[in-house]
């Protein structure tokens, strides 16, 4: 069974500062990754998808690459502001499923 | 872009009656959605998957007398919660997902959520 971990569950950091997110699978057969951000109470935001033939997207400040090798992906925020404050989650789907897994996801905080 | 549309956002029902939840892909045509479960503080566990047309496929665990899902168009899915309980109470989201989602680089989109509360 696929499961999923974020690493830190939350992190609080300054204005300003460049920011990774953690995520690893136990089957590293990865199909599709997507990260979202999550804001309280909130449905779920599309910020990148890396689909089965690539390695890495940027959207803006945001960069996320996945090593299909060890079935880690990382979420790179650059330059953080306040309005990054959110819960992200990375999620996958592995070959001939169309279901996403979810990690818990990472509680971002960015103080002013 | 990719949109769905989940309504209502709050709701808040008497025990042992039944809630209907409504997803809608409002600019595209969506093969399949899928219905989602999320306690505090916890991910997304996923109840179902529906395909239009179809019966829907449910997680192991998922009663699916209680949590009927109905997607009768390629629009259109809902999630009628039946004789509420208390502990039915949680935050329900959907999701789509299309060949075009994928193609554009979309991926899945989520509606909103539904936050239920079972009095």
């Known amino acids: 069974k696929q499961e999923v971990t974020q690493i830190p569950a939350a992190l609080s950091v300054p204005e300003g500062e460049n920011l990774v997110l953690n995520c690893s699978f136990t089957?590293?057969?990865?199909?599709?990754l997507q990260w979202f951000r999550q804001d309280p109470g909130k449905g779920l935001t599309s910020l990148l998808l890396?689909?089965?033939?690539?390695r890495e997207q940027t959207s803006g400040r945001l960069n996320a690459s996945l090593d299909k090798s060890s079935g880690r992906s990382t979420l790179y925020i650059a330059a953080s502001q306040p309005g990054d404050s959110a819960t992200y989650l990375c999620a996958g789907t592995q070959g001939g499923s169309e279901k996403l897994v979810f990690g818990k996801g990472t509680k971002l905080t960015v103080n002013p | 872009g990719a949109v769905v549309s989940q309504h209502p956002s709050r709701v808040i029902c008497k025990s042992g009656t039944s809630v209907k939840i409504e997803c809608r892909s409002l600019?595209?045509?969506?093969?399949?959605m899928f219905w989602y479960r999320q306690f505090p503080k916890q991910s997304l566990m996923l109840m179902a998957t529906s395909n239009e047309g179809s019966k829907a496929t449910y997680e192991q665990g998922v009663e699916k007398d209680k949590f009927l899902i109905n997607h009768a168009s390629l629009t259109l899915s809902t999630l009628t919660v039946t004789s509420a309980h208390p502990e039915d109470s949680s935050f329900y989201i959907c999701s789509a997902s299309s060949d075009r989602g994928l193609y554009y680089g979309y991926g899945y989109t989520f509606g909103s959520g539904t936050r239920l509360t079972v009095v």
């Open positions: 890396i689909q089965s033939s690539q």
């Open positions: 089957d590293s057969a990865i199909y599709n």
């Open positions: 600019d595209f045509q969506a093969t399949t």
